[in-house]
Every structure is written in C-alpha cells, then in structure tokens.
C-alpha cells in the first residue's frame, strides 16, 4: 500500500488519541471538576498503544511495507512500557497534577456509589459514608490546589 495509507493510519490513530481523553472526562458531571491531569494522559496513550498494535495485525495485509510495520508494532510495544512505568512510577506527578488526578478519582467513586439501586441498609450507610468522604476529600483538595497553584490576575 502507499506510503499515504501509513499517515491515514496515523491520522487514525491520532483522532482516537482525542476521542479516548474526551471520552475521559464523561465521570466528571460538573464542569469545575473537568481538568486536564498527567494521569489521563497516561491512560489515553495506555490504550492507544496497543490499539495500534492490534490494528495494525488486523489490517496487515493492507499495508505491504514490513520494515515499517514491524517498526510501528515495535514502537508500540516500547511506548506501552514507557507509559506503564510512568504511570507505575508517577513520573511528572507533582502536588498540583496529583490532586488533578484526585478529584476524578473521587468524583468516579461518588458516582458509582449513588448510583447503585442497593437495598441493604449496611450496604447504603457504606455509600452515605463514601459519598461524604470522597466529597469532603474534593473540598479539601480543591483548597490545597488553590493554595498551591500560581494564581492567575
């Protein structure tokens, strides 16, 4: 195939990198808890990674250049690992990125909690008490973010 398929297949997959990090803030139903976070960055190239992989064995036959594919599978599988070890490692992850990443973790808890249709008593007290810490947790955190970030005039 032409060498313009390669760059349609990047655009592709350029697209659903985002796609895939929109598609990350849909936990968030308040638009001041919507922030960009290294966390999300992270898990969006987590997913494209061997997306591209697994497309490009899909679709092999379409694409007859093999140096180059093998180079697009191998460059897969490397910035998987580089992804997964910082992610692993929270490279880049200072105060304030930290508590960026924070806040959807929380808002994901709530969500799930009130979510649910339980009925046992032990079970609902578990999701008052949750909701009530992961909400708290927010407060607490939205005011460290504050203290911490340069403010803007």
Excluded at 19 to 26: P, R
Excluded at 40 to 61: D, E, K, Q, S, V
Excluded at 97 to 115: E, F, Y
């Amino acid at each position: 195939m032409k060498k313009g398929s390669y760059v349609k297949f990047g655009l592709m997959l350029a697209t659903s990198i985002v796609i895939m990090y929109g598609v990350l803030f849909l936990n968030a139903d308040v638009s001041d808890h919507v922030m960009s976070s290294h966390i999300r960055t992270y898990m969006t190239i987590l997913m494209i990674a061997p997306m591209a992989f697994t497309m490009l064995l899909f679709i092999w036959g379409m694409y007859k250049n093999k140096k180059t594919n093998f180079i697009i599978l191998g460059v897969s599988v490397l910035v998987f690992i580089a992804t997964l070890m910082g992610l692993r490692q929270q490279t880049f992850m200072g105060d304030t990125q930290w508590m960026k990443a924070m806040i959807p973790q929380h808002l994901s808890a709530i969500m799930t909690n009130w979510k649910g249709h339980l009925k046992d008593p032990e079970a609902i007290k578990l999701v008052e008490d949750t909701i009530e810490a992961q909400e708290r947790e927010i407060a607490q955190t939205k005011k460290m973010r504050y203290r911490l970030e340069p403010q803007k005039d």
